[in-house]
């Protein structure tokens, strides 16, 4: 099942994806689960796959607004430079835990959406990743249970301005939460309908060149080993999105004075999820 978030004539709901359209649950259930994030608290993906089976789309792509497909009180926890690819572009070797930062909501853009070049810097690039979200509540999780604890899987472009995140060595956090610098979605994709998010290829590609390829089966930090990280030292709970890193094959391009432009049309596809679309704009 894929789950998505949207507007519609100013109005905010949720719906599941069929084909090319949405069937608008939020319409219909949104006095009980008022948001995706209610849905997964409630425990009521059943509920809401059961609404939706055999029903004809309410609404097109083209007829609403997409939006980050759940929205947490809580920030993106965020992995770094979590492949073996990413740490040989920057001829560095890779740490022994690890690497944690966050991304307010407000930094993320959604599907089809602008991302936006700031004003304070144009050294300002993004990266393909994995985006976990969680669907069951756990504190010190073991890695044999982590899968348990995640509902669905998306898509996550880690915008960055790379000069605001090198301002001390230690804190990339300024340099990831500009507004809009980011992009999330189109959707959640169940994780029934995933399988073994192990195997999945990950590609970013501007304006229709690829300048990323990877796997996540070449993570250094699993899955697992990630919520296991993460568990200890904050809970993690329903609706929580975790990105989880990116593959090689920005560095080169950096070194090459070569990031976003006004214009460029961003695409980042994963495997059984589909791609997530923006186009980048700068700051008015």
């Known amino acids: 099942m894929k789950i998505t978030r949207f ?6 709901s949720y719906g599941v994806v069929i084909g090319e359209g949405i069937v608008d649950v939020g319409a219909k259930l949104g006095g009980t689960y008022p948001d995706v994030v209610d849905v997964l608290r409630a425990d009521a993906l059943n509920r809401i ?15 609403v607004e997409f939006l980050p497909p759940v929205r947490s009180p809580n920030a993106v926890l965020a992995v770094g430079r979590n492949y073996g690819s990413a740490y040989e572009d920057m001829g560095t070797k890779f740490p022994g ?8 909501y407000e930094a993320q853009a959604a599907h089809r959406g602008n991302l936006v070049r700031p004003k304070a810097s144009h050294l300002y690039d ?8 969680i669907g069951k509540a756990g504190r010190h999780i073991r890695e044999a249970d ?39 979605g189109p959707w959640i994709v169940t994780a029934d309908e995933i399988g073994d998010a192990t195997q999945l290829t990950i590609l970013h590609r501007i304006n229709g060149e690829e300048v990323q390829r990877g796997s996540t089966s070449e993570m250094i930090f699993s899955i697992p080993a990630i919520l296991a990280y993460l568990s200890t030292f904050c809970a993690l ?12 094959g920005i560095r ?6 070569l990031y976003y432009m006004p214009g460029d049309r961003i695409e980042m596809e994963i495997d059984k999820i589909g791609v997530l679309v923006n186009t980048v704009v700068d700051e008015a």
Do not use: C
Not at 7 to 12: A, V
Not at 167 to 178: E, I, L, M, Q
């Open 237 to 248: 709970e329903p609706g929580d999105v975790i990105t989880t890193g990116s593959p090689g």
């Open 252 to 257: 080169p391009r950096r070194d090459k004075g």
């Open 146 to 184: 982590a899968f348990g604890h995640i509902i669905g899987y998306s898509i996550f472009n880690d915008g960055t301005l790379v000069d605001w995140g090198d301002h001390t060595a230690r804190n990339v956090t300024p340099g990831k939460n500009f507004f809009a610098s980011g992009a999330f």
């Open 97 to 104: 835990h690890p690497s944690i930062f966050m991304r307010r």
């Open 49 to 63: 796959a059961e609404f939706s089976a055999g029903r004809i789309p309410d609404l097109t792509f083209d007829q």
């Open 7 to 12: 507007k519609i004539q100013d109005k905010t």
């Open 126 to 133: 993004g990266e393909a990743e994995l985006a976990l979200v």
